[in-house]
């Protein structure tokens, strides 16, 4: 059905034989934006048609023509993921606007284009709205002073304690980067301390209002964290339609079970987790994305509990999705002590508690 449908909507046999370079990016621009007015009501099986012939397309067309797919593409919630990964691979006139918002990519992706690609790259890279430690040890680690800037004036950039003093330690002279990290709210004691014995005196100086309270500004960093706390911001970052759509298909092949969630856990697929741990939970997709993105992982945890599942699963469930930012390790180690504490038989009661109210 897939080559059938591509057939339809690119004759690429004829492509092929078209000279007109005009022709090819013509067409390219009016798939992408087809597709981008329709992408929220696409079936599963539409958006990899939509991959197929966009992916293909990339090879076959202008750099200009490939800028403008990115751009159509770049902030939807759902979009085809192969074409997405060519494009952030591309030329930065291209991968920029895929860098910068796409949710499509993983951390994965963003560690290996760090690695691989260019400082522009990097610098794009390091201006997304959320980035977790794993991506910015990287970009510290293989950035120049524009990445490092960026990366440190990003409030929604996680930093560890191994970035933030691969940060101080590049600062050197550069107080633009000094001053960007004084204005961050999460720096520990011994970052404060470290910095300012390096820092200019303007910088010194903002150390110490952030600490004593004396600025009435609420730092970047402080304002995104705010947003961070929303269960909104999160839900809104994921295809959960999708990913219900993929494991529902390998529930009535291959079957689902633990392994599954795993796997999808370790991948950093947070959304077809979501959806793997709702049918082995029992729930709908609607409780689990919700209980899924929450601080209070309570509600979590007893149908983990009553599912059976092992320990070192929800611990790498705890590991991803909007929990890899909003939990800290201590926070991590308080939850998995919690979960080996509830009784299975008092969590299948509970489940099957809100199973009768639910169809009450």
């Known amino acids: 059905m897939s080559n059938m449908s591509t057939t339809e909507l690119v004759n690429f046999e004829a492509l092929a034989n078209e000279n007109d370079m005009s022709r090819r990016n013509e067409l390219a621009r009016n798939v992408a934006t087809l597709f981008s007015l329709t992408s929220e009501k696409c079936s599963e099986e539409q958006i990899e048609v939509y991959d197929s012939v966009l992916v293909r397309l990339s090879d076959m067309v202008e ?19 192969a074409t997405i990964r060519r494009l952030a691979n591309d030329e ?53 002073s524009a990445v490092h800037q960026t990366v440190a004036r990003n409030g929604g950039a996680s930093l560890s304690s191994k970035g933030v003093l691969g940060l101080i330690q590049a600062s050197g002279l550069d107080e633009d980067l000094q001053m960007a990290l004084a204005n961050r709210s999460d720096l520990d004691e011994q970052a404060v301390s470290t910095l300012a014995s390096l820092a200019s005196e303007r910088v010194r100086m903002r150390l110490l209002e952030a600490n004593t309270g004396t600025d009435g500004d609420v730092p970047q960093a402080a304002r995104v964290a705010a947003q961070k706390l929303s269960n909104d911001f999160w839900l809104g970052r994921y295809d959960f339609e999708t990913a219900m759509g993929r494991v529902m298909t390998l529930a009535r092949g291959p079957g689902i079970d633990e392994d599954t969630l795993i796997h999808f856990a370790e991948e950093d697929r947070f959304a077809e987790a979501v959806a793997t741990f709702a049918m082995i939970g ?33 611990e790498k469930l705890l590991k991803v999705g909007p929990w890899r930012y909003r939990l800290r390790e201590p926070d991590r180690a308080r939850i998995v002590a919690r979960f080996k504490g509830i009784n299975p038989q008092s969590a299948r009661m509970l489940v099957n508690q809100w199973h009768s109210r639910v169809a009450c």
Do not use: C, Y
């Open 63 to 81: 750099m200009q023509a490939r800028a403008f797919i990115a751009g159509r593409l770049a902030s939807l919630r759902r979009a085809p993921e």
């Open 92 to 144: 930065i006139e291209v991968a920029k606007p895929v860098l910068e918002s796409s949710t499509i990519l993983r951390d994965t992706d963003l560690v290996e284009i760090s690695m691989k690609r260019s400082e522009d790259h990097r610098v794009a890279i390091a201006a997304r709205e959320i980035l977790s430690d794993m991506v910015t040890d990287v970009l510290v680690e293989t950035g120049g």
């Open 282 to 314: 029992d729930i709908g997709i609607e409780e689990a994305k919700h209980w899924m993105v929450r601080s209070d992982t309570d509600p979590f945890l007893i149908v983990a509990k009553a599912a059976n599942l092992d320990v070192s699963t929800v």
